[in-house]
């Protein structure tokens, strides 16, 4: 990913059920603010799939640590960034036709151009994070 990013936000949230549209309001705002509202629904999207796995992953540590959120962009990309306190990879399951979980990391997939994870090195846990850029808008 490039390393300029004029346009950053930030949230630290607790690891509690509301995180979850609280965050996906902030995002849709800022992709409408940034002049990057073609990519509100897919960043919405993306922040609210990759949130919702680092509550659930915060949530099975003790102690329970609140997840962190970053937005970027240079104008025509946006990068999410999610971090929770959990070390444990991200891991795609193949979820039941009936299930109505587990495709979390499917749509991420789908949706964005890129996306990945490391672990930190200077706290513990890891960031998940996806690139979406305008090109996304002509998806077919």
């Known amino acids: 990913m490039p390393r300029q990013w004029p346009l950053r936000s930030f949230l630290?949230?607790?690891?509690?059920?509301?995180?979850?549209?609280?965050a996906r309001l902030h995002a849709r705002q800022l992709a409408w603010e940034w002049g990057l509202a073609g990519l509100r629904d897919d960043t919405e999207l993306l922040v609210s799939e990759l949130l919702t796995n680092a509550v659930a992953a915060a949530r099975a540590t003790e102690p329970i640590c609140p997840v962190r959120l970053w937005l970027l962009s240079d104008t025509t990309q946006i990068a999410i960034l999610v971090w929770d306190a959990n070390p444990q990879s991200p891991v795609r399951t193949k979820a039941d036709d009936d299930a109505e979980s587990g495709r979390g990391l499917l749509l991420v997939e789908a949706i964005s151009q890129r996306w990945g994870w490391y672990a930190t090195q200077d706290t513990t846990g890891k960031v998940v994070w996806a690139l979406i850029d305008e090109s996304a808008e002509h998806r077919g």
């Open 12 to 22: 630290e949230l607790g690891a509690l059920p509301g995180a979850v549209p609280c």
